[in-house]
């Protein structure tokens, strides 16, 4: 098959995206000297994220394109090893990736960079401390790294934009796992973000506990978990040396901390005045049609769907599921997959190569205006006034209005690219109905692909929204002193400070 190279229409604004924001603008009158260091090293930090954030999905995209251009790579099962297409998508991609790594270094040496001695450094304790720059906040998102010094936070910061690239890029190639991994590309070594495509292969790859394949489950006892680790005690599942598993490990709530029922409270298997049931340790979260763990009656709204009680799908109100827990679709949600690969695969191609590469330019396109918005709130915090605020905020809104329309010219162009696939092509054989599980969609009518691929392209937002605050961690903070409602104008961008 031959399409055109997403990259050839990413690369021309390659420049324009690595440049400092042009709506950046200085403050009035006299800045402290502390202040300035503190603006100088976020803009240095900025220039880093944004250099990371672009190369790292320029090489992603570009890995992801050269997979889709080969024969039975969304309907197949090749590999780099069996298949010479492949094989040299591989060397293509491991190269575009080796590039983005360099970018990925330059953000790990920030905060060494910015605190060493000189006339223009900053200290330690104001590049981490909450009246400075604050970038331990970040930890959240990488827990297993430390932020106690200024080099392990720029790790941390490091990391956790690579995830947010990833993030986007799963949301709009939901098989980027299983594509990458048939190239040998596994970026969950790396950026532990995606995802490995291994587990569920019925070997036990890396530190995987378990893997049993088709075989591996959430729902029935003693089976490997579908994230290959081992059943145990909080998992959910009442397995055979458990008297009950209401999915923690905490005392005094029916279950014990070791899955032993306790008396006297709910999961003791009777039905006491403030309890709808209570079926001990049949009581599940899990299983359809069960007393639940909190001695509540299965109900639409919890998770599970529930046949004996007319449910055919969870959670509802969304893209798939009516408010009623009815499917909006004329076939079971579990036929997704079965119904879609019958598409023809040049036109899956084409369309996850349109959604790809949309995405990608939504991702930093909107981007670098919510950046724009909140590095001139920043700088108007740290050295403007009064005038200098109320102008941040008339940009900022006016970012969000120009983001809003980059979305909505976005959705006609993808449903060009798409026009040969149904909403069950979406879903199956693009994997979308993850997507559309989590998707709000009021009404009852069937959902359209302009609504699926809409949803989609609101998550690429909201991503492009959390790597700004991963950026400048005191972001939600900086929009709050705006005249704005920051929860309401960028409802993606966390409070880290709460965090």
């Known amino acids: ?241 458990e008297e009950c598993d209401d999915g923690n490990q905490t005392d005094g709530d029916g279950c014990a901390a070791d899955c032993t029922v306790e008396p006297g409270v709910c999961g003791n298997g009777v039905v006491d005045d403030d309890e709808e049931c209570d079926d001990g340790a049949a009581n599940s979260d899990i299983l359809p049609d069960h007393c639940r763990t909190d001695c509540t009656a299965p109900s639409c709204g919890d998770g599970v769907v529930d046949p004996a009680h007319g449910e055919t799908c969870e959670p509802p109100e969304t893209l798939l599921c009516t408010a009623d827990c009815y499917s909006r679709l004329p076939f079971p949600p579990g036929s997704f997959s079965a119904r879609a690969h019958a598409g023809a695969p040049d036109d899956l191609a084409r369309c996850q190569q349109g959604i790809a590469g949309a995405a990608a330019r939504l991702f930093r396109d909107s981007r670098r205006l919510v950046e724009r918005c909140v590095m001139d709130a920043t700088r108007c915090v740290v050295g403007g006034g009064d005038a200098c605020l109320a102008r941040a905020s008339a940009r900022c809104v006016a970012a969000a209005t120009r983001r809003d329309t980059l979305r909505a010219r976005a959705v006609p162009r993808l449903g060009s690219a798409c026009r040969a696939l149904s909403v069950d092509h979406l879903l199956g054989a693009l994997a979308f109905a993850d997507t559309a599980s989590a998707c709000p969609l009021p009404g009852s009518g069937p959902p359209t692909p302009a609504d699926l691929l809409g949803c989609v392209l609101d998550q690429i937002q909201c991503v492009a929204q959390k790597s700004v605050a991963l950026t400048v961690p005191r972001a939600y903070e900086f929009l709050s002193t705006l005249d704005l409602d920051p929860d309401a104008l960028y409802p993606c961008v966390p409070d880290l400070g709460d965090e």
């Open 1 to 241: 098959m031959s399409h055109a190279p997403i990259t050839t229409l990413l690369l021309a604004t390659l420049a324009r995206q690595l440049a400092l924001p042009a709506a950046v603008h200085p403050v009035a009158g006299g800045v402290p000297p502390e202040a300035r260091r503190l603006l100088a090293c976020q803009a240095d930090v900025g220039r880093a994220a944004r250099r990371l954030l672009v190369r790292r999905d320029l090489a992603i995209v570009r890995c992801l394109d050269l997979a889709l251009r080969c024969p039975g790579a969304l309907a197949g099962t090749p590999t780099s090893a069996n298949d010479a297409c492949l094989a040299a998508a591989a060397a293509g991609c491991a190269a575009a990736l080796a590039r983005a790594g360099t970018a990925e270094r330059h953000v790990e040496d920030m905060g060494p960079r910015c605190t060493v001695a000189g006339r223009t450094s900053i200290s330690p304790q104001a590049f981490l401390g909450d009246d400075g720059l604050a970038v331990e906040r970040d930890a959240p998102f990488c827990p297993d790294l430390g932020t106690a010094s200024p080099a392990d936070a720029s790790r941390c910061q490091s990391l956790a934009l690579a995830c947010q690239v990833d993030a986007a890029v799963r949301a709009s190639v939901p098989r980027a796992a299983e594509l990458l991994g048939r190239i040998g590309i596994a970026l969950d070594e790396d950026g532990r973000c995606l995802g490995s495509p291994a587990c569920g292969n019925g070997e036990i790859d890396g530190d995987e506990e378990c893997d049993d394949g088709a075989d591996n489950s959430d729902v029935l006892p003693d089976h490997c978990r579908t994230d290959c680790t081992e059943p145990r005690c909080g998992d959910g599942v009442v397995d055979s040396d």
